[in-house]
């Protein structure tokens, strides 16, 4: 693995030689405070297209890349670390799917960079259920981003900049510092949930400051409880500046929700159990943090190879996507497709719930990720004063430490444990027959799949079971511009229909949404990874020597399953 610690700003030579060392060592009592540079994001077409930017400016910003991801380390001549951060100078033009308006991503330019520190002497904000947002509450709330929607285009606290952040960071404008040649993907690995925490930590104090209430806090949408299921009433009153009309105008309130939404199916209003049940398999079971958080990304890694993927947190908030955008837009614009999502303000309600299910999967005993390379990862945002900082994952795990918490309220779907549809005893009554499958194969819309996978170990210990996840690993690749969803399900093979996450049989749901990157490089690969531990006991299949997988494509052709196989990940 390629480090990006450069031992100051570096030359031409010196930085292509980082490019290709495979270690370098970490600067001593390098620790400036305000990193000062010409910070400039306009770059021309040519240099957008080929994502690279020239001459000087790239050298001083590789140097600065290398004192952020360095800075937060005790010096120590042998550490090695790669922690993924975005290169400003180097920002282009995003790759857009077609059919969409052309647009700039990058941020204004700023003369410094500041490292973020933590507010001090600061009111606690609390994250109310959107649903229950009233009275003076939403009167600030709407205020607020109707006062973002007035700031000029080019401010970096308005309305178009805040919503431009998410396409920079997941179409192709940022490369990664020390990486020209490297995007940078804030979606489909572990940077998924600090990325966007902080994204909102900004977009929330930026609201708060335009309307002068430092309690200002961003509701969150509680689409994981029965009354929060529905696009929440307050974002559909086309008179506010919460609406937006790029929605799907089938899911208007009282339409439920659908966390396992199947787009090509009858379009029916979720059903409380089923998200209920979804819920539990996603979120209360998955005790290894790689499965929650996602794979591992790492400075230099490139994003869309079977070392990434997305963890169930992602993977249940892609769906929300899907089913909230238009879907007569070109590519189900807004929430449906990631360069236009932050254009309505749904989104960050919706980001919101996501945040809280970090802070309620802590709650439930589980850990975050201490791999250096993920806590010393970062990236840059403007806050309400303009400045441009740079933020760590590492300062972000901790919600409360950051000046906001969650209203807590009933979480239901905490025991809605699924119940097996077949006992032991009614499979043995009438036994699977699935035979392993050769890979590679191609899924086709609604032709179910099923194939046998070994175990490694069976009936291993409680102790073994606790401290390393059995794991479900499906090696894809896809087209992204698709909207695409499959189900998996453990020891079924006969019928689309019991899909349900009712089922405990049920295993998860691969989701993508569409976007694009490199239009030269559409091949996206990636790991799905299930935690099937507590499933198998359940199931009563914990003692078998293999497990039959079913996979059930609901939308989107041509997935390729290139591997299927079962690991174990650390919790
Ligand atoms: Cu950056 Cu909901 O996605």
């Known amino acids: 693995m390629a480090s990006i610690s450069p031992l100051s700003f570096v030359s031409s030579v010196n930085a292509s030689a980082i490019?290709?060392?495979?270690?370098?060592?970490?600067?001593?009592?390098?620790?400036?405070?305000?990193?000062?540079?010409?910070?400039?994001?306009?770059?021309?077409?040519?240099?957008?297209?080929?994502?690279?930017?020239?001459g000087n400016r790239r050298d001083v910003l590789i140097g600065l890349g290398g004192l952020a991801g360095a800075a937060g380390f005790a010096y120590n001549p042998f550490a090695f670390a790669a922690p993924v951060a975005p290169d400003l100078q180097a920002c282009g033009l995003p790759t857009l799917p077609a059919g969409a308006k052309p647009v700039k991503c990058c941020p204004p330019a700023?003369?410094?960079i500041i490292d973020f520190e933590f507010p001090k002497n600061q009111p606690l904000r609390v994250r109310k259920p959107a649903h229950k947002v009233t009275g003076d509450d939403l009167v600030k709330y709407k205020e607020a981003i109707k006062a973002m929607r007035e700031l000029p285009d080019d401010d970096p606290r308005s309305f178009t900049q805040q919503a431009a952040i998410h396409c920079a960071y997941c179409h192709n404008s940022y490369h990664q510092v020390g990486f020209p040649d490297k995007d940078l993907q804030v979606h489909y690995s572990w940077i998924f949930l600090p990325f966007h925490r902080w994204y909102l930590y900004f977009y929330e104090r930026i609201l708060g400051s335009l309307i002068n209430d430092p309690t200002f806090a961003l509701p969150f949408w509680n689409w994981d409880h029965p009354d929060g299921m529905e696009i929440p009433s307050i974002f559909t009153d086309r008179r506010s500046s919460l609406y937006d009309p790029l929605r799907n105008a089938n899911h208007q309130p009282p339409v439920l929700v659908d966390l396992s939404w199947n787009r090509n199916g009858p379009d029916t209003s979720g059903d409380v159990d089923a998200n209920l049940s979804l819920m539990y398999t996603n979120f209360v079971e998955v005790k290894a943090p790689?499965?929650?958080?996602?794979?591992?990304?790492?400075?230099?890694d490139t994003p869309y190879t079977v070392k990434t993927g997305a963890g169930t947190c992602e993977s249940v908030h892609n769906t929300l996507h899907t089913w909230s955008g238009d879907r007569t837009q070109p590519n189900g614009e807004d929430m449906g497709s990631l360069y236009s999502a932050g254009r309505d303000p749904l989104f960050y309600c919706h980001h919101s719930n996501v945040d809280r299910m970090w802070n309620l999967w802590k709650s439930f005993g589980n850990k975050d990720i201490t791999d250096p390379d993920f806590l010393e990862s970062n990236f840059l945002f403007y806050d309400e004063n303009k400045n441009l900082v740079r933020v760590k994952t590492k300062d972000c795990l901790d919600s409360v430490k950051l000046g906001y918490d969650f209203e807590k309220v009933p979480i239901p779907w905490a025991k809605t444990k699924p119940k097996a549809r077949r006992t032991k005893a009614e499979r043995a009554q009438k036994p699977l027959t699935t035979k392993s499958v050769d890979l590679p194969l191609t899924l086709e819309e609604n032709k179910l799949v099923s194939t046998v996978v070994k175990r490694p170990r069976r009936s291993r210990s409680r102790k073994e079971k606790d401290e390393r996840e059995e794991t479900l690993v499906l090696e894809i690749e896809f087209d992204r511009r698709k909207p695409i969803k499959f189900d998996v399900l453990l020891n079924e093979e006969e019928d689309a229909q019991f899909a349900t996450p009712k089922n405990r049989e049920f295993a998860g749901s691969f989701v993508n949404v569409s976007h694009t990157q490199k239009s030269s490089a559409l091949k996206t690969e990636l790991a799905f990874k299930i935690g099937i531990t507590e499933k198998l006991i359940d199931l009563e299949a914990d003692d078998d020597d293999s497990v039959v997988i079913t996979l059930v494509p609901q939308y989107g052709d041509g997935v390729i399953v290139k591997g299927i196989k079962i690991d174990y990940e650390d919790c």
């Open 290 to 300: 790689l499965n929650f958080f996602g794979n591992a990304f790492r400075a230099g």
């Open 19 to 54: 490019k290709t060392s495979s270690s370098s060592l970490f600067p001593k009592g390098r620790q400036s405070h305000v990193a000062a540079t010409k910070v400039s994001c306009n770059a021309s077409n040519e240099e957008a297209s080929n994502g690279i930017a020239h």
């Open 110 to 112: 700023s003369t410094k």
